[in-house]
């Protein structure tokens, strides 16, 4: 998986879930797509690449739904 495109993609349903007035709400959004949509490989490669802090331009709202729903991605 190419890290790049798996932060571009991330930053994408970030974008979106950011209209939302309700923080958590908008978080917990963020994961479940993320959960609900990619493979575990993809979820995978993505949670190395923060892990490695190699996640480069990661949205704030995307870093903190990781951070907090990180149990259920992994």
């Given at each position: ?55 480069g ?7 903190s ?10």
């Amino acid at each position: 998986m190419n890290k790049d495109n798996l932060i571009h993609m991330a930053n994408q349903i970030g974008q979106f879930f950011e209209s939302m007035p309700d923080r958590t709400e908008a978080e917990a959004g963020i994961a479940n797509h993320l959960k609900k949509f990619w493979e575990p490989r993809m979820r995978r490669a993505f949670l190395a690449a923060i892990d490695a802090q190699a996640a480069g331009d990661l949205r704030d709202i995307v870093k903190s739904a990781v951070a907090t729903h990180r149990a259920e991605l992994a």
